[in-house]
């Protein structure tokens, strides 16, 4: 007969084990549709971003259930519940094919999984010990920057929820939503919209703006908080409460549904 002491023994043999691979992990992919990057390890902790399905990071650190990681699109770090992803070779090439279309269904481990817009596809069939079928998803190679296919992407987020952190079409913030079109275009900007404020050229005017322009909103302290992108002189894109469109003048965001202002602008950048 097994005793209560072997049995504890034996399942703290068995954490230190899980420890000891985790440790040894040095690059990791996400295997859930969105996966919550938080602030600290903790389920409760602020979500500060999101790795989409298929994206990489490397491992720093490693605490109990979750790993701490600096993601590669760009380099931000945050705490990853351990189950969303898994350990691939740091040398394992990663063709990418072009970005999801629309949301749709993929195959995972022959089991249907939902992945947001902007997921990047790639030409792999196998993601560590697991299966992928990208079959049934529309996908886009890299797109020309126009003002029809920014529209035409920006437009697919229309009606999203907002949500602090997120990066995907199941809900997203101001800045998510900025990188994840921007990214069909193989632009890659920052996470943080202050970060993203720093790159490109300025344009001093709105007169001068057009579409495709991104346009930073300060606060009170002067603190850039807000991002939106441009579709014309009169009228910009962003995520607020959900993704809409929204007048815009010099002083900065005007909501349509209300008539309230409820962003000062601050700068407008181009970036292509």
């Given amino acids: 007969m097994i005793t209560h002491l072997e049995l504890s023994n034996s399942y703290k043999l068995y954490k230190l084990f899980l420890s000891e691979i985790k440790v040894f992990m040095q690059k990791v992919i996400s295997i859930v549709p969105a996966a919550p990057l938080r602030a600290e390890s903790f389920h409760r902790s602020e979500m500060v971003s999101e790795l989409l399905f298929g994206e990489t990071a490397k491992v720093l650190e490693v605490d109990k259930n979750f790993i701490k990681i600096k993601t590669d699109l760009n380099h931000y770090e945050g705490w990853i519940q351990y189950s969303q992803i898994t350990e691939i070779k740091d040398t394992e090439p990663l063709k990418i094919l072009g970005y999801a279309y629309e949301e749709g269904n993929i195959l995972f481990n022959n089991l249907p999984m939902r992945i947001s817009i902007g997921t990047p596809v790639f030409d792999i069939k196998n993601i560590g010990k ?23 992407i920006a437009f697919k987020f229309i009606n999203t929820s907002y949500l602090w952190g997120g990066r ?6 101001c800045s998510g939503f900025a990188q994840l079109v921007y990214s069909f275009f193989g632009v890659y900007l920052p996470r943080d919209t202050y970060q993203q404020a720093t790159i490109g050229e300025t344009i001093d005017y709105l007169d001068q703006s057009k579409c495709g322009d991104l346009a930073y909103f300060d606060n009170e302290d002067g603190r850039i908080i807000h991002v939106g992108i441009i579709l014309n002189k009169e009228n910009i894109i962003h995520s607020s409460g959900k993704v809409r ?14 008539g309230e202002r ?6 407008i950048k181009r970036v292509v």
Avoid at 168 to 173: A, E, P, T, V
Avoid at 245 to 258: E, F, L, P, Y
Avoid at 262 to 267: A, P
Wanted: charged share 30%; net charge negative.
């Fill in 168 to 173: 995907s079409s199941f809900g997203i913030d």
């Fill in 130 to 152: 697991y299966t992928v079928d990208y079959s049934n998803i529309e996908y886009k190679k890299l797109i020309v920057f126009s003002e029809d296919e920014i529209k035409n």
């Fill in 245 to 258: 469109i929204d007048k815009i003048d010099a002083q900065g965001i005007v909501n349509v549904d209300n």
């Fill in 262 to 267: 409820t962003h000062k602008l601050r700068i």
